[in-house]
């Protein structure tokens, strides 16, 4: 079955970018949709964006401008950048397939998650 | 932005009947997901559609959508279902969760 492992730094500085990759194994990263949610320790979850294999992206409207989802399907890995990181940034962020319905449907699930990575924002 | 409002705290004693909702604008013309979080785990989908389940995923748990809520129902509630839970829809192409409800069994 499909697994999703995040990989990238887990102390960031403030000002800085963060940078995550989500390998997906087991399956293909094509004809499929691809998230980044976070949770802040002790909090909710918070729906960061999507990007589909062919490259479209979607991202949450508070995050927006801070925000860069890509993917490489040659290496079946899709990345998120954020910049300007403040400690509010500081969470355990999580990457999700997100199903292959076109979104605009509003079926998509995420389903499997990976098991998720605490980035601290800290100088 | 469109929000989802859930109860912070849900308690049911063991083999009893579960009840979590998830209120939203017109959620009921919205798909809604439900997922379980169990303390340093990753979140799991539960249900789907409103009210499909993944393999895997007990019988017990069922969920149900109209209006302006949604609802996740817990059958036969087991001590292992103790967990914190979040409802999640989409509106316009963004994903929004809920603020998760914790589930204790006592």
Do not use: H
């Not at chain 1, 995550?20 to 087991?26: P, R, W």
């Amino acid at each position: 079955q499909v697994q999703l492992q995040e990989s990238g730094p887990g102390l960031v500085k403030p000002s800085e970018t963060l940078s995550l990759t989500c390998t997906v194994s087991g399956g293909s990263i094509s004809s499929y949709y691809w998230s980044w949610i976070r949770q802040p320790p002790g909090k909710g979850l918070e729906w960061i964006g999507y990007i589909y294999y062919s490259g479209s992206t979607n991202y949450n409207p508070s995050l927006k401008s801070r925000v860069t989802i890509s993917v490489d399907t040659s290496t079946n890995q899709f990345s998120l950048k954020l910049s300007s990181v403040n400690a509010a940034d500081t969470a355990v962020y999580y990457c999700a397939r997100a199903g292959w319905e076109e979104v605009a449907q509003g079926k998509n699930r995420f389903d499997p998650w990976g098991q998720g990575t605490l980035v601290t924002v800290s100088s | 932005s469109y929000e989802l409002t859930q109860p912070p705290s849900v308690s049911v004693s063991p083999g009893q009947t579960a009840s979590i909702t998830c209120s939203g604008d017109k959620l009921g013309d919205k798909y809604v997901c439900w997922y379980q979080q169990k303390p340093g785990q990753s979140p799991v989908l539960v249900i789907y559609e409103d009210r499909k389940r993944p393999s895997g995923i007990p019988e017990r748990f069922s969920g149900s959508n109209s209006g302006n809520t949604a609802t996740l129902t817990i059958s036969g509630t087991q001590a292992m279902d103790e967990a914190d839970y979040y409802c999640q829809a989409w509106d316009s192409g963004t994903g929004v969760f809920g603020g998760g409800t914790k589930l204790t069994v006592l």
